[in-house]
């Protein structure tokens, strides 16, 4: 089973800074296949990022991300007040397809 | 335009049964896997269950192996979850998630909150 741990657990920030979210697996993700989430409150997850690095249609380019093998990162490059979620990567390479706890971004 | 309907959440006893829907509408069913996802209130989100499109793999997490089962039906374009031998633990909101390329969800219903409880 591979466990996904994602840091840092809360980031306090303000509109207009760069952000760099972490996802490390315990295990090597066969094809990269890690996806990345949004999700704010009592809502569903939202799509950003699969295959480790492909902006899901109709993403803003301020959204980026890479990695391979067990390190991954998601980076937002200006943050809008909208940004302001839960992110979650998860994995499909193998089942069980785990998720991340989470980091939130909260406004400072 | 792609929908996802979830359906038959509610207040179950525990040791109780429930069956979840999703109804699946504006792309071809039939042709993609499908996923369970369900999220705890205020805690992340798990994986539940997924199926392939001919009902040939399925796969649980360990914490559901055994009391839930998932299926559907591509001619009524419906997508289930059996639950069994419901826990206080089970109580969450519950998505459905069309599984794309090599297995992310790219389209996701609005969720089934079910709640167990004596």
């Known amino acids: 089973e591979i466990v996904l741990t994602q840091s840092p657990g809360t980031l306090s920030l303000s509109p207009g800074e760069r952000v760099t979210l972490s996802c490390r697996a315990s295990q090597t993700i066969n094809n990269n296949f890690l996806s990345w989430y949004q999700q704010k409150p009592g809502q569903a997850p939202r799509l950003l990022i699969y295959d480790a690095s492909n902006r899901a249609t109709g993403i803003p380019d301020r959204f980026s991300a890479g990695g391979s093998g067990t390190g991954f990162a998601l980076t937002i490059s200006r943050l809008e007040p909208e940004d302001f979620a839960v992110y979650y990567c998860?994995?499909?390479?193998?089942?069980?397809?785990?998720f991340g706890q989470g980091t939130k971004l909260e406004i400072k | 335009e792609v929908q996802l309907v979830e359906s038959g959440g509610g207040l179950v006893k525990p040791g109780g049964s429930l069956r979840l829907s999703c109804a699946a509408s504006g792309f071809a069913f039939s042709g993609y896997s499908m996923n369970w996802v369900r999220q705890a209130p205020g805690k992340g989100l798990e994986w539940v269950s997924s199926?392939?499109?001919?009902?040939?793999?399925?796969h649980y997490a360990d914490s559901v192996r055994g009391r839930f089962t998932i299926s559907r039906d591509n001619a009524q374009n419906s997508l289930y979850l059996q639950i069994y031998s419901l826990r206080v633990d089970d109580t969450a909101v519950y998505y459905c998630?069309?599984?794309?390329?090599?297995?992310?969800?790219?389209?996701w219903g609005q969720g089934t909150l079910v709640t167990v409880s004596s």
């Open positions: 199926i392939n499109s001919r009902s040939t793999y399925i």
């Open positions: 998860q994995q499909y390479g193998n089942s069980p397809y785990n």
């Open positions: 998630a069309r599984r794309s390329g090599g297995g992310f969800s790219d389209y």
